[in-house]
């Protein structure tokens, strides 16, 4: 079974930092790339940052770049350093590893930044 844990969210308050960690076990084969995704209350799933197994890696919203950051230790693990949190950024934040056609989602972890 394939298994997709995020792991470090948390209440914090605005201008705090966090880093959130995600790590895929199990009968993965291929994996193109892993993602962190976040879904605030009546909002759709937006795609935060993305990295390759190559290390190559993007930033998407414009108000989170230069914020946060996206690192790998492994093909299996990576991490989102968030900076400068601000009461937006509050929503689930969840994992995705892309692999074989197929994704593979966290269950998420929620992050909720106080003013």
């Known amino acids: 079974q394939v298994q997709v844990v995020e792991s470090g969210g948390g209440l914090v308050q605005a201008g705090g930092s966090l880093r959130l960690s995600c790590t895929v076990s199990g009968s993965v084969f291929t994996i193109k790339a892993m993602g962190w995704y976040r879904q605030a209350p009546g909002n759709g799933r937006e795609l935060v940052a993305s990295?390759?197994?190559?290390?190559?890696?993007d930033v998407y919203p414009n108000s989170v770049k230069g914020r946060f950051t996206i690192s790998r230790d492994n093909a299996n693990t990576v991490y989102l350093q968030m900076d400068n949190l601000k009461p937006e950024d509050t929503a689930v934040y969840y994992c995705?590893?892309?692999?074989?056609?197929?994704?593979?989602w966290g269950k998420g972890t929620l992050i909720t930044v106080s003013s």
């Open positions: 995705n590893t892309r692999a074989g056609g197929m994704n593979y």
């Open positions: 990295i390759t197994t190559k290390g190559i890696t």
